[in-house]
Nanobody, 125 residues
Framework: VHLVESGGGSVQSGGSLRLSCAAS????????LGWFRQAPGKEREGLAT???????TYTDSAKGRFTISLDNAKNILYLQMNSLKPEDTAMYYC????????????????????WGQGTQVTVSS
């Protein structure tokens, strides 16, 4: 399984970015997919997830500003990020699990088996 993120960059506060995560070698029909981020000196935190049954979750850090979506035909996971703030500056990662994850762990990194290399997002004030 190979996950490759793209779409990161530098933007000013209030700007938008759309991250993409291209998946290859992933043939599971039941799964959870997620977006996470990690800022320097901080733990990796969950942002948004989507399951094979199309259940979507957002953590408080993402609600109202970020939107997760999945293009099954292209095997690409997206994260649309609007109204970006300097505190959103971090390395952003996509992740995939081998089974659908329960609600209590779906936004926790420990539940995921595969990770991309990350894409950097920098938001300036």
């Amino acid at each position: 399984v190979h996950l490759v993120e793209s779409g990161g960059g530098s933007v000013q506060s209030g700007g938008s970015l759309r991250l993409s995560c291209a998946a290859s070698g992933y043939t599971r029909t039941s799964y959870s997919l997620g977006w996470f981020r990690q800022a320097p000196g901080k733990e990796r935190e969950g942002l948004a997830t989507v399951d094979s049954d199309e259940t979507i979750t957002y953590t408080d850090s993402a609600k109202g500003r970020f939107t997760i979506s999945l293009d099954n035909a292209k095997n690409i996971l997206y994260l649309q990020m609007n109204s970006l703030k300097p505190e959103d500056t971090a390395m952003y990662y996509c992740a995939a699990s081998e089974v659908p994850l329960p609600a209590w762990v779906v936004n926790q990194p420990l539940g995921y088996n595969y990770w991309g290399q990350g894409t950097q997002v920098t938001v300036s004030s």
